[in-house]
Every structure is written in C-alpha cells, then in structure tokens.
C-alpha cells in the first residue's frame, strides 16, 4: 500500500455516517415502492410488478455496493 492514503478515524466515522444515510434513504424508497407497487396490484393494475420489482433489484445492487464499500474501507 505504497501509493494508498489511509483515512484517519475521524474521517472514516464520518464516511460511515454519510453511507449509512444513503442506506437509509434507499430503504425508506424501497419501502415505498413495495407499498405503491402493492396498492396497485391489489388494485388491478398487474403491470407495475415488473418494473417495481427492477427498481427494488436495482436498490438492492446500490446497497450491496455501499456495503462493499464500507468493507474495503476498513482495511
């Protein structure tokens, strides 16, 4: 790790918190969805499922990559 800065404590404390907010963020519009896309199947509208359930998948990725994020920035 020659070429690599190390991030001091403080600084990946307050990395951390900002992931964390994006994570929470991405789970309250996961959250939504599940509840729009439920109203609108319950509804008749059988067309929404798919695409809800891209965007929830994509939400999933995003998170999964926050996630990695936070493990390699502990090394």
Do not use: K
């Not at 939504?32 to 008749?44: I, K, R």
Request: aromatic share 8%.
């Amino acid at each position: 790790m020659s070429g690599t800065r190390r991030f001091s404590r403080e600084q990946r404390l307050r990395i951390l918190a900002g992931v964390v907010s994006i994570v929470v963020v991405i789970v309250v519009l996961q959250l939504w969805l599940l509840t729009a896309t439920m109203n609108a199947y319950l509804g008749g509208d059988h067309d929404v499922a798919l695409p809800a359930g891209v965007a929830s998948l994509t939400c999933f990725v995003l998170n999964l990559g926050l996630l990695r994020y936070v493990y390699r920035l502990e090394r």
